[in-house]
């Protein structure tokens, strides 16, 4: 797998020189429901829960990608996105575009998690957030559909955990 690591256990690519290692688990997961996104003036609200993923070590590294389609984004505010493994912190490591564009958008996230020594099974959550507590959403829906344009198919939000020892 260019990029994160080689069979080898070989630093390469643009993550190596920050992970290292060997992927020794990965796991996809995929979210179709359309959804409303309401205001909200919480500063941590979960928006999507992907389902569990089972850590396999205790010393593993984490790295969760997530990628969310969204419709209306000139319906959002200035907010953030992030990523919770379990009982961590969420990580906001996302964005997307906040423009008067109402159509079509990405919203995408990565979080890399260490030090998180608890193994088995723990839900993997896209979310979001305003810190000053804002009432605010990201976009207008995620996972569009055709009831929100006719050009649309089912769009599906994903989130891939790569478990990662150094």
Known sequence: MSGIANSTGARSGVLGTTVGGMIINAEAF???????????TST????????????????????????????????????????????ANTIWGGMYSYSAQGYAGLMIVYGKLNGHTTTGAQAVSFRHGSQDGTNTRPALRMCQSLSDDGRYHQHIATAIVYEVMA
Do not use: W
Request: charged share 20%; hydrophobic share 25%; with cysteine.
């Open 44 to 87: 941590d609200r979960e928006l999507i829960d992907f389902g569990d993923y089972n850590k396999q070590k205790a010393s593993s590294t984490l790295l969760i990608y997530i990628l969310v389609p969204s419709h209306g984004m000139d319906h959002g505010a200035c907010s953030s996105i992030g990523v919770k493994y379990g009982s």
């Open 30 to 40: 995929q979210h179709s429901t359309r959804t409303t996104i309401s205001n909200s």
